[in-house]
């Protein structure tokens, strides 16, 4: 029962929730995980001498350990504890010759998979092959993540900038731990904390360990950045190997208490009646996580993604050039191709931050003949956006994604970037905008989005899936944007608002409404514009004060015209009412006339 219940815990804690319910690598790391630690509780006891059933079991943790790291290398965080856990029996099984042979075995049994199957898929050359994998020394490569920087987090020529220290991982760790478990389920780990300590040492240690490689030594080494919410969900992954420890420590907290309640005797019938109570609610006290997580880990009519694909990339024409940064809009657009489309799909797409892997350029040339790519400009670590549109101009119609400007700001210089499915459509200067066509694009594009859905996602995040709010987001900014520039401000606010009925603290849409309302319409409205800044300032982060200050004057700016036109209105009622009263006497005369 016990156990049960501490299971249960586990599996309602939000991130395997959450995590249970995706088509992700994660799961099944967890499992084997899970399969490992087992297993090496099993083998834990100290003995004399080893019988053949426990050298076969050793054999299958050795079996577990290399495929389990083959499918995920985190995995490997967790074997110190695993083998503190088995050290003594560990050596009783390498002292033989025979125990080395089932060791070795096993673990190379484990590794054959993956290497048989990459090698094997490889071999076929299909048209995109990650690492172009050949043979074993190609299949150890990408075992290792050599494109990664073997032992680094991110995609060599990809890696972020890091504004936090390694410790700063600590307290969002902790942060997240207590929306995982429940405030009652970190009670039951603190008193677990103490059990172990106190009746079980090794066991303490093998989970301390766990919880100290896997959890906190693994998030400082990594370090992934924290300051936004995409960032933050891929962090959240990471959780999930450190809290298979953590739930060791809460189950030993509740067979504690069940201990405990389980001694007491008594005669009374109230009295057990109580205790038959207490059990009742510690076997059933996983409804606690059940219940506070459910609203954020239900997916249930959770389309948002099949949305964006829809409204995005399915939009364009058949035969687009597109070129995309990011992993939302790639992994949808990867899925749109091989799964709605079932292969069959013309577009071009490709993401140019990988054209500095040496084995890019050769695929992409290969799937796509009629592709020019063009050799880096000097100074240059690899081949632009830009100069693939100027290789490739007149042969499709092109599509870049937004994050590729910020990259990429050439993009801007020489071209129109037209906002369209939620990508820009790349036009030369001069071209005809089709502003109307372009109208009725965006009315249709609004009326298509489930606000419901994007609500949810604001409200539960971090999501993987706030990412494509932001797209949606941005797409109405920039839509605005382009409305401003050619003096068309009522679609302009039109656009604006839609992006904060999105997100409410998109601080540029916020700032762009206080521009517009306060220094674009004929008859400016200060007061509106200010009510906007004033917003834009109550969003803003740590590190961002130079953008409130900004505000600020420009505030202090419209107050001073606001008052200066409240002063001129009111110089022109006095000239009005004293022409009414010269007025007066004139008619008052020209009546008596009559």
């Known amino acids: 029962r016990v156990a049960f219940s501490a299971s249960m815990f586990l599996a309602f804690s939000l991130i395997f929730w959450m995590y249970a319910t995706?088509?992700?690598?994660?799961?099944?790391?967890?499992?084997?995980?899970?399969?490992?630690?087992?297993?090496?509780?099993?083998?834990?006891?100290?003995?004399?001498?080893?019988s053949r059933r426990e050298v076969g079991g050793f054999g299958l943790l050795a079996f577990l350990a290399g495929f389990a790291f083959t499918h995920h290398q985190t995995i490997l965080f967790i074997f110190p504890a695993i083998l503190f856990l088995i050290r003594k029996n560990i050596g009783l099984l390498l002292g033989t010759l025979h125990g080395w042979l089932v060791a070795v075995v096993g673990l190379l049994a484990g590794v054959v998979p993956f290497f048989g199957l990459l090698i094997w898929i490889a071999?076929?050359?299909?048209?995109?092959?990650?690492?172009?994998?050949?043979?074993?020394?190609?299949?150890?490569?990408?075992?290792?993540?050599?494109?990664?920087?073997?032992?680094?987090?991110?995609l060599v020529g990809n890696a972020p900038v890091v504004r936090q220290a390694p410790i700063d991982q600590i307290p969002f760790y902790l942060h997240w731990l207590v929306f995982d478990f429940s405030v009652i389920g970190i009670l039951f780990v603190l008193v677990g904390i103490w059990y172990l300590w106190k009746f079980e040492r090794r066991l303490f240690w093998f989970v301390t360990l766990g919880v100290g490689i896997s959890g906190f030594g693994f998030l400082m080494y990594a370090n992934f950045p924290i300051s936004d919410s995409f960032n933050q969900a891929t962090v959240r992954r990471f959780h999930m190997l450190p809290n298979l420890f953590i739930a060791i420590f809460l189950a030993f907290g509740l067979r504690f208490l069940y201990q405990r309640l389980a001694a007491i005797t008594v005669r009374d019938g109230e009295k057990k009646i109580g205790i038959i109570l207490g059990k009742v609610f510690l076997f059933s006290?996983?409804?606690?996580?059940?219940?506070?997580?459910?609203?954020?880990?239900?997916?249930?009519?959770?389309?948002?993604?099949?949305?964006?694909?829809?409204?995005?990339?399915?939009?364009?024409?058949d035969n687009a050039l597109i070129l995309l940064s990011g992993d939302i809009p790639n992994m949808t657009v990867d899925y749109f191709r091989e799964v709605e489309m079932g292969g069959?799909?013309?577009?071009?797409?490709?993401?140019?931050?990988?054209?500095?892997?040496?084995?890019?350029?050769?695929?992409?040339?290969?799937?796509?003949?009629?592709?020019?790519?063009?050799?880096?400009?000097?100074?240059?670590?690899?081949?632009?956006?830009?100069?693939?549109?100027?290789?490739?101009?007149?042969?499709?119609?092109?599509?870049?994604?937004?994050?590729?400007?910020v990259n990429d700001p050439e993009l801007e210089e020489k071209f129109v970037l037209y906002p369209k499915h939620l990508l820009f459509l790349v036009k030369q200067k001069g071209d005809d905008l089709k502003l109307e066509e372009w109208r009725t694009e965006n009315e249709v594009l609004w009326k298509g989005i489930d606000l419901l859905q994007i609500r949810n996602v604001k409200r539960n995040v971090p999501l993987f899936e706030e990412?494509?709010?932001?797209?949606?987001?941005?797409?109405?900014?920039?839509?605005?944007?382009?409305?401003?520039?050619?003096?068309?401000?009522?679609?302009?606010?039109?656009?604006?608002?839609?992006?904060?009925?999105?997100?409410?603290?998109?601080?540029?849409?916020?700032?762009?409404?206080?521009?517009?309302?306060?220094?674009?319409?004929?008859?400016?409205?200060?007061?509106?514009?200010?009510?906007?800044?004033?917003?834009?300032?109550?969003?803003?982060?740590?590190?961002?004060?130079?953008?409130?200050?900004?505000?600020?004057?420009?505030?202090?700016?419209?107050?001073?015209?606001?008052?200066?036109?409240?002063?001129?209105?009111?110089?022109?009622?006095?000239?009005?009412?004293?022409?009414?009263?010269?007025?007066?006497p004139t008619a008052e005369t020209d009546e008596s006339h009559d």
């Not at 690492?131 to 494109?147: T, Y």
């Open 467 to 584: 990412t494509i709010v932001f797209h949606y987001a941005r797409h109405f900014h920039n839509s605005g944007y382009v409305f401003e520039e050619v003096g068309l401000f009522d679609d302009a606010i039109r656009e604006y608002k839609r992006v904060l009925e999105l997100d409410p603290a998109f601080k540029e849409a916020l700032a762009a409404l206080a521009r517009v309302y306060g220094e674009k319409l004929e008859q400016p409205e200060y007061v509106t514009a200010i009510e906007y800044l004033g917003k834009y300032q109550s969003v803003l982060k740590k590190g961002e004060e130079e953008y409130g200050y900004a505000a600020a004057a420009k505030i202090a700016e419209y107050q001073e015209k606001f008052a200066k036109s409240l002063q001129e209105s009111g110089a022109e009622s006095t000239n009005s009412a004293m022409q009414v009263e010269e007025a007066s």
């Open 344 to 405: 069959s799909d013309h577009r071009i797409t490709f993401t140019p931050g990988q054209f500095h892997l040496p084995w890019f350029t050769p695929q992409l040339t290969r799937k796509y003949p009629d592709l020019a790519v063009p050799a880096p400009m000097p100074g240059k670590q690899f081949t632009t956006a830009t100069q693939i549109i100027e290789a490739n101009w007149s042969k499709w119609p092109m599509y870049v994604g937004p994050d590729l400007v």
């Open 285 to 317: 006290i996983f409804l606690f996580p059940l219940g506070m997580n459910f609203s954020k880990a239900d997916n249930r009519g959770n389309a948002l993604t099949e949305q964006y694909t829809q409204q995005a990339y399915s939009a364009t024409p």
């Open 22 to 50: 995706k088509f992700e690598v994660f799961p099944l790391n967890n499992l084997l995980a899970v399969l490992l630690m087992l297993l090496a509780l099993k083998l834990n006891q100290v003995k004399a001498k080893l």
């Open 123 to 154: 071999s076929s050359k299909p048209a995109m092959n990650w690492g172009e994998v050949e043979g074993i020394s190609g299949a150890f490569a990408a075992l290792v993540r050599k494109d990664f920087g073997t032992f680094s987090s991110f």
